[in-house]
């Protein structure tokens, strides 16, 4: 059990909807950096959030946005979903804002229908 | 960007046999982490090694950060074993990120 908590394990929806991935980080952990686990793409950087900031954007879509909480929590929006964002969406933690390892969550299976 | 190469790509071996993961990356580097992700797809965190050489019970791990290589050791292979073995690294240059290899599919047979 890496610590790190997501919400929900599996979701499925339809085109043109929105949904809100949940991600609750390990104790202690500032750092929540989110990844995208696709089939054509492999693992790819999405957003990280450092107490709160945003601190650097990967290849994340202008319909995706993320945000973090006060309390720590991180939650990812995806919107107006199409097929091709059927993924695997992990979330991980760090310490820090620098050079840490990072902790992974098992992930939210999302399936577009 | 960094580029990951991990090598082979896939590997099918027999319960007990020994076998070596290669991951090569193109640029410094000031984190490396190695995972396995297991057939329900969580990423189990094996690693944490920017340089030097680490060992946990049968798996072990080298980088070589001079000259931009990691091999992850995994001896008397178990079909537990069995999944698919990323390797991650952290660019020096830009943001605070793990850019993933295309990993190596391992398959241990009984």
């Known amino acids: 059990d890496s610590g790190v908590t997501q919400t929900p394990k599996h979701l499925i929806t339809a085109t043109g909807q929105r949904v809100t991935l949940r991600c609750s980080p390990r104790?202690?952990?500032?750092?929540v950096y989110w990844y995208q686990q696709s089939l054509d793409q492999g693992l790819q950087f999405l957003i990280h959030?450092?107490?709160?900031?945003?601190?650097a954007k990967g290849n994340i879509l202008e319909r995706f946005s993320a945000q973090q909480f006060p309390d720590l929590h991180s939650e990812l929006n995806l919107s107006s979903l199409e097929l091709g964002d059927s993924a695997l969406y992990f979330c991980?933690?760090?310490?820090?804002?620098?050079?840490?390892?990072?902790?992974f969550g098992d992930g939210t299976r999302l399936s577009i229908l | 960007g960094i580029q990951v190469e991990q090598s082979p790509p896939d590997l099918i071996l027999q319960e007990g046999a020994n076998s070596t993961l290669r991951c090569n990356f193109s640029?410094?580097?000031?984190?490396l982490q190695w995972f396995h992700q297991n057939p329900w797809g969580q990423l189990i965190n094996l690693f944490y090694?920017?340089?030097g050489t680490k060992q946990n019970g049968r798996l072990s791990a080298t980088t070589v950060a001079t000259e931009r290589y990691s091999l992850l050791y995994i001896s008397s292979s178990q079909t537990t074993d069995s999944g698919v073995y990323f390797c991650?690294?952290?660019?020096?240059?830009?943001?605070?990120?793990?850019?993933f290899g295309q990993g190596t599919r391992l398959t241990i047979n009984p």
């Open positions: 991980a933690s760090s310490v820090g804002g620098g050079i840490q390892p990072q902790h």
């Open positions: 104790s202690g952990d500032l750092s």
């Open positions: 959030y450092y107490n709160g900031e945003e601190r």
């Open positions: 640029d410094s580097v000031n984190n």
């Open positions: 090694i920017p340089s």
């Open positions: 991650a690294v952290g660019p020096i240059q830009g943001a605070q990120k793990l850019v």
